[in-house]
């Protein structure tokens, strides 16, 4: 396998084209000595919020002495970000071996392994080379049936938020898809849920239950906001949460103190296990962790944030984060969404907690075959805002007509705000430089 296929396998949306299951991925892994096997794990499962989860628990773990590795999904600017060792992504050649280390265990498989199942494995014999204490595992997609589902014994594991997602797979419920979520949770282990809604509690609890597993659920009213940092030369928020006072955290997204309390409770499950991690670890990991896209400050003249927001769960989020944060501010709202997401009601979310803030909207689209036509989301936006709608064909072209504009209008109060895919933040910060 050359770098230009496993691009390809990477690359390619395979999986909704294969049947589910995990006999791929474990007869991939059996072939190349089961990498996974007596590796330490913390895994992490939901609809929103895995992804920063999962880098604030690395950068605690890495902060206490570990060697950490995180696997993630998707990637934002280039391949390499979905593993990483201490903060450190794996670099091509070490990412070329491991492929043709894959080689010939693919090439004898009858039922081939999908593109999410390659890099899982990859990024199992990379941890394992790299002589990791413990990893951070994002699920890709669910659960239960997920290629990374295939460990046995997790330190522990964490569900975040639960929306509906991916229903032609997971299921049309929340129900559903929180019993697909729940899927990750072992007999004996230790399970944090991140505090929501009880129909979402209630199957998880039956499912740990089920396998003997301890569940621990965060504890919001324990969770006290204090303050937000946010202009031209930075943004951070402080919060305390059962018993943690004032700490850091260098994400300033309102949900992402809410996810701080799913990693806290992680950590202080790992510490009644034996897991040496000190409260400097803690604050040093929290307030030195960076998980672009999501309410990232990029640029402080004029102010530009961008949000990975995709979905109506990720706009609630968002959407909060504005009222806290951009109250009083003149939004231009850059917009761009894949045609498969539940876009008109992200936008009736939007108007309904963001209203008095969108100046204008632009609508873009992102350089993805799903991508929603420009037009259509324009006829869309006009269906809940009064305010201009400018379109353009690509990202980079409306987020430059929305720098230039702002620039001349000189308002103090102004605020560009990218969101409605992960998928256009590279060509935004590829243009910003």
Sequence with gaps: MNWDELMSMVHSADWKKSSSGLHRIRELLHLVGDP???????????????????????????AAGYRTGLYISPHLFRVNERWCVDQKQITDEELRSLAMTLRPAILSMEDKPTAFEIVTAIGFLYFRQSGCDVVVLEVGMGGRLDATNVITDPVACAIMNIGLEHTEVLGDTIEKIAFEKAGIIKTGSDVVLYEQDSAVLNVVQKCAEEKKARLKVTDSSLLSEQSVHLDASGAFQTFSYRGREDLRLSLVGNYQARNAMVVLDVIDCMIEKGWKISEDAVRAGLSGVRWPGRFELVCGAPLIIIDGAHNPNGVEALS?????????????????????????????????????????????????SRALDNDLLKKEILRYFSCPVETFETVQ??????????????????????????YQICDIMELIG
């Design 320 to 368: 909060e984060t504005i009222r806290r944060c951009l109250t009083g501010k003149n939004i231009t709202f850059v917009m761009g969404v894949m045609a498969d997401k539940d876009y008109g009601e992200m936008l009736r979310i939007l108007r309904e907690r963001a209203l008095p803030c969108a100046k204008r909207f632009i609508a873009e689209m992102p350089a993805n």
């Design 397 to 422: 072209e409306g987020m430059r007509f929305a720098i230039e504009t702002v620039k001349k209008e000189n308002d103090p109060d102004a605020v560009i705000l990218a969101f409605g895919s992960l």
């Design 36 to 62: 996974q096997e007596g590796m330490s794990f913390v895994h992490v499962a939901g609809t929103n919020g895995k992804g920063s989860t999962c880098a604030m628990l690395a950068s605690i773990l890495t």
